[in-house]
């Protein structure tokens, strides 16, 4: 029996799996996050410790006697987030959260100081990332700065808080800034840049690798095997990719979470700093991905839900699914950067809008927009990524966008790529996690990480296709007015 523990940025998921693959049981506990000025995105880490505590407890009462049986655990989690501790390793302030864009000013400094940054880190300098936000403390919290001995991201402080140990692992720690991503250890020039050094760092481990053991006090809390080994675990679209079995090269997926993301895993180190794509270490040793990430996709569709008076985001897709393709023809055009924008644009500032309003226009067309608009923000993305081979045909599609069948067959319209949704697809990075645990434990690749059974596939329509490349450049032309 295998635990994974995945710390989003709208809940904290707990998943049992079995060595059959089955999933014995899931835990949720909610989370919120704050936004007290504008750009800023955070949470406080005392949350996310008291979400852990609900599920466990939950887990106990509900499955004790798979907790009794189970071999390790894993952690995933949202990446990016800046976690400051003290030399007492108590939390200084609110954890800086991914999708914050305070820090647009100090990712140009960093851009400046280390000429190398993207040959280093295989990125561009974004205020998502950890590095500069660090920098924006420097700047703005000198206070904060200065009792600064620990940086951890969301995940791996849970892991200090279940184990008492300061540990990373490869797929998360490539999303700081901080990381040779090509040697896969931290970067003593990045760290230098934002004035700090390999002690405020955690150690590194592969994915796969036993990072630490969980305190005997927490196993005897909640009635687990004591030594149990926490896995290093992964990021959290890391982590989904594992959990799905896309871990060869080629293999990849879309997930409609809070943000969107299309995802192909690799056998090399291949970045594409100049158009905004990711590249980042895989949770498996000697393997990485590439990413392209928009910071609005299911949470726009959620926004927009509210804004036009839906009962719920799938009343919202009901009314979209009610249009003729002549009315898809003559909607509005939606951009849905509502929290600014990474790939391709790598713009924190840019807005979103519905622009080309007509008064015949209704709701249904504003809804229809709107899942329009962030298939093409996915699109966008989706180009930046290199040509793999053999072609890329087929993608997975994750996360609880993929729950809507109308939604799935327009981005599989959109792309021109097959789209498949998987038996247990909504597990995500909770699943990916339990995987890691396995395979810490001794559990051999071929056997771990499987594929799910396909319940549902989306071939696109050739003709859909071409109407909406059309939509597409209209879309395109639209962003610089909203930069």
């Known amino acids: 029996m295998y635990l994974g523990i995945d710390l989003g940025t709208s809940e904290l998921k707990?998943?049992?799996?079995?060595?059959?693959?089955?999933?014995?049981?899931?835990?949720?506990?909610?989370?919120?996050?704050?936004?007290?000025?504008?750009?800023?995105?955070?949470?406080?880490?005392?949350?996310?410790?008291?979400?852990?505590?609900?599920?466990m407890d939950q887990l106990q009462r509900e499955q004790p006697q798979a907790l009794a049986r189970l071999r390790g655990i894993g952690l995933s989690g949202q990446m990016h987030g800046a976690t400051l501790l003290d030399e007492h390793d108590t939390v200084l302030r609110p954890a800086i959260l991914w999708n914050d864009g305070r820090s647009g000013a100090q990712c140009e400094q960093l851009t400046r100081d280390v000429p190398d940054l993207?040959?280093?880190?295989?990125?561009?300098?974004?205020?998502?990332?950890?590095?500069?936000?660090?920098?924006?403390?420097?700047?703005?919290?000198?206070?904060?700065?200065?009792?600064?001995?620990?940086?951890?991201?969301?995940?791996?402080?849970?892991?200090?808080?279940?184990?008492?140990?300061?540990?990373?692992?490869?797929?998360?720690?490539?999303?700081?800034?901080?990381?040779?991503?090509?040697?896969?250890?931290?970067?003593?020039?990045?760290?230098?840049?934002?004035?700090?050094?390999?002690?405020?760092?955690?150690?590194?481990?592969?994915?796969?690798?036993?990072?630490?053991?969980?305190?005997?006090?927490?196993c005897e809390r909640w009635g687990l095997p004591d030594p149990l080994p926490v896995a290093g675990g992964a990021g959290d679209n890391a982590a989904s990719a594992v959990g799905m079995g896309l871990v060869r090269p080629g293999q990849g997926f879309v997930s409609l979470g809070t943000s969107g993301v299309v995802f192909v895993s690799g056998a090399a180190f291949e970045p594409n700093p100049a158009q905004a794509l990711h590249a980042f270490c895989h949770a498996l040793p000697g393997r990485w991905h590439v990413m392209s990430v928009m910071l609005s996709a299911a949470s726009a569709v959620t926004w927009a839900t509210k804004m036009l008076g839906f009962d719920n985001e799938a009343a919202l897709m009901a009314a979209a699914a009610t249009l003729s393709a002549d009315e898809q023809q003559g909607a509005p055009v939606f951009l849905p950067y509502l929290s600014g924008e990474r790939s391709p644009h790598n713009n924190p500032l840019a807005s979103g809008a519905w622009t080309g309003l007509r008064a015949p226009h209704g709701r249904e067309h504003l809804a229809y927009a709107v899942a329009e608009g962030v298939g093409f923000g996915l699109l966008d993305g989706l180009l930046t990524i290199p040509a793999t081979e053999p072609p890329l045909t087929t993608l997975s599609l994750v996360g609880g966008g993929s729950r809507s069948a109308w939604w799935a067959q327009l981005l599989a319209d959109t792309f021109g790529l097959t789209l498949q949704v998987h038996q247990d697809s909504?597990?995500?990075?909770?699943?990916?996690?339990?995987?890691?645990?396995?395979?810490?434990?001794?559990?051999?690749?071929?056997?771990?990480?499987?594929t799910p059974p396909v319940l549902h596939r989306f071939t696109p329509d050739a003709a859909r296709h071409a109407a909406l490349q059309a939509r597409h450049g209209r879309f395109v032309a639209l962003y610089p007015e909203m930069a």
């Not at 899931?26 to 005392?46: C, I, K, M, N």
């Not at 561009?124 to 940086?151: C, D, I, N, S, Y």
């Open 14 to 55: 707990a998943l049992l799996l079995s060595e059959q693959h089955e999933v014995i049981a899931t835990a949720r506990a909610p989370l919120t996050v704050q936004r007290p000025r504008a750009l800023w995105s955070e949470q406080d880490p005392a949350a996310w410790w008291q979400a852990l505590e609900a599920v």
């Open 118 to 218: 993207a040959a280093i880190t295989g990125n561009l300098a974004m205020p998502g990332f950890t590095a500069p936000k660090l920098l924006w403390v420097r700047e703005h919290e000198p206070e904060v700065f200065v009792q600064t001995r620990r940086v951890l991201l969301p995940k791996d402080w849970l892991r200090l808080m279940l184990t008492g140990e300061a540990v990373s692992e490869m797929s998360d720690a490539a999303g700081t800034l901080w990381l040779d991503v090509g040697q896969r250890d931290w970067s003593d020039v990045m760290l230098a840049a934002t004035g700090l050094a390999r002690h405020h760092m955690p150690r590194l481990v592969e994915g796969s690798e036993v990072s630490a053991y969980l305190m005997p006090e927490l």
């Open 426 to 450: 909504e597990s995500g990075g909770a699943m990916g996690a339990a995987r890691l645990a396995w395979l810490a434990t001794g559990g051999e690749l071929e056997t771990v990480c499987t």
